[in-house]
């Protein structure tokens, strides 16, 4: 069971909270969702071409 300080800890987090994560980190993750996205969008494109090209 969740006490009332992790309650208050999680819903009230400080504004440093962002300066602890690693910038090297966000950097690949946004990279890996771009990646994802535009293999998901090309693979659409290809679908469409194959069936109406």
């Known amino acids: 069971m969740i006490s009332d300080v992790d309650c208050k800890r999680s819903a009230?987090?400080?504004?440093n909270d962002?300066?602890?994560r690693?910038?090297?980190?966000k950097r690949k993750a946004w990279v890996a969702a771009f990646l994802v996205s535009a293999?998901?969008?090309?693979?659409l494109l290809l679908l469409v071409w194959k069936f109406w090209g």
């Open 12 to 15: 009230m987090s400080s504004p």
């Open 18 to 20: 962002d300066l602890q």
């Open 22 to 25: 690693d910038p090297e980190l």
């Open 39 to 43: 293999l998901f969008w090309g693979g």
